[in-house]
Nanobody
Framework: QVQLVESGGGSVQAGGSLRLSCVAT?????MAWFRQAPGGEREGVAN???????AYGDSVKGRFTISRDSAKNTLYLQMSSLNPADSAMYFC????????????????WGQGTQVIVSS
């Protein structure tokens, strides 16, 4: 069983930056960040494969960077040039096998960390 614990959310002004972290216990293969705004659908933000291959949602390309420290079993999301549309609950997700996508590929989820971007 894998447990995921996110941290790093908070309130920031537009144009600012935040770094989210997700500490995993147990074996993970693909890891990803998703987000969901109130009343909105879950959106894939970024994912990363064990070999470091990454993919990003169109709305965050060029602004967000996903990375993972395998030694610490920790996933990161560096978010820059934040805007109010980025406000959401951000969730860390992981699985034990491929694929690494934005669909129903993940069987482990964290509780989420809130990001609020004010204009």
């Amino acid at each position: 069983q894998v447990q995921l614990v996110e941290s790093g959310g908070g309130s920031v002004q537009a144009g600012g930056s935040l770094r989210l972290s997700c500490v995993a216990t147990g074996y993970t293969y693909c890891m990803a960040w998703f987000r969901q705004a109130p009343g909105g659908e879950r959106e894939g933000v970024a994912n990363i494969a064990p070999d470091g291959l990454t993919a990003y949602g169109d709305s965050v390309k060029g602004r967000f960077t996903i990375s993972r420290d395998s030694a610490k079993n920790t996933l990161y999301l560096q978010m820059s040039s934040l805007n109010p549309a980025d406000s959401a609950m951000y969730f860390c997700a992981a699985n034990n096998w491929p694929p690494c996508g934005f669909g129903d590929d993940y069987n482990y989820w964290g509780q989420g960390t809130q990001v609020i971007v004010s204009s």
